[in-house]
């Protein structure tokens, strides 16, 4: 076995390349933006010569070669323990949605937007763009609005679509009745630097009366050969642009309000 596979499945070596292949068969090309969500544990045992470093330094290596110099690699950053705490670093804080995120999001020339609980990392010609938002996590102003008009693609890397934030975006940006503004105030730091910060969130009530479902949606974007789907190993990588989530999110909920949620309770 190789000593350099970043994975191993069914006693096949996956590597690099593997990545950059399978990426290039979703339809990634040089210039693309992608934004990414991760689960880097699904793909296989991990290779010989694993190192947490090493293996995250890799895929990165390929998410970059997959669009070139040219294009631009944002990953989600989340922090949801700001609503407790009320205080974001926003070069300290650590990423809670997975490690590639956290080792991506502390690499050089990789800058991070400021809303304390949605935050992203993005490098390349477009990052400065995507990360300059407002203090509202889903509407137009945010890191999400400028995924949306950027039109990046978005990829599921050992993940699903179930996990699109993107439809926080739709279900705002369409006002849907279940949900609500929420004002989370707290501090924003920044080296020595710190300000106050109003915050919004649309969320869902606590009462489990709602639950985000993005089946139907999923299950539209597969239909119409918008969403694609490549096996890597255990797992696989999903992709999908994201003005074409929007666009037909937008129409399942002007037919049908409750189309992205399921009515847990009456």
């Known amino acids: ?9 069914e006693d096949k070596p996956i590597g690099e390349e593997d990545f950059v292949s399978a990426l290039k068969s979703l339809g990634v090309s040089s210039g ?28 990165v290596r390929a998410l970059k070669k997959s669009v070139g110099p040219k294009g631009t690699l944002a990953m989600a950053t989340f922090t949801y323990k700001y609503c407790g705490t009320r205080i974001f670093d926003v070069d300290k804080s650590p990423s809670e949605v997975g490690a590639l995120s ?11 937007s400021q809303h304390p609980i949605f935050s992203i990392a993005a490098t390349g010609p477009k990052s400065r763009s995507l990360v300059k938002t407002g203090v509202d996590a889903f ?22 679509f179930k996990s699109c934030t993107l ?8 006002q849907v009745p279940y949900r609500y503004m929420k004002t989370f105030s707290g501090v924003i730091k920044r080296g020595r630097r710190s300000r106050k910060i109003d915050a919004t ?34 797992s696989s990588i999903e992709c999908v642009r994201a003005q074409d989530v929007f666009n037909e999110g937008m129409k399942m909920l ?11 309770k009456q």
């Open 1 to 9: 076995m190789k000593r350099d596979s970043l994975y191993v499945y």
């Open 32 to 59: 693309d933006t992608l934004f990414v969500h991760s689960a880097i544990d699904k793909f296989g045992k991990v290779g010989p010569a694993f190192e947490a470093r090493v293996l995250c330094d890799s895929l």
């Open 102 to 112: 956290e080792f991506f999001r502390k690499q050089r020339r990789t800058i991070r």
């Open 139 to 160: 509407g137009d102003d945010s890191v999400f609005g400028n995924v949306r008009r950027d039109n990046a693609l978005l990829v599921f890397l050992g993940t699903n």
């Open 167 to 174: 439809g926080h975006h739709i279900t705002q940006m369409h």
């Open 201 to 234: 969130y649309f969320v869902r009530p606590l009462d489990g009366t709602i639950k985000i479902d993005l089946s139907g949606l999923e299950k539209r974007l597969f239909r119409k050969k918008l969403l694609k789907k490549v096996r890597v190993g255990a």
């Open 254 to 264: 002007d037919k049908d309000i409750y189309a992205l949620a399921i009515r847990l």
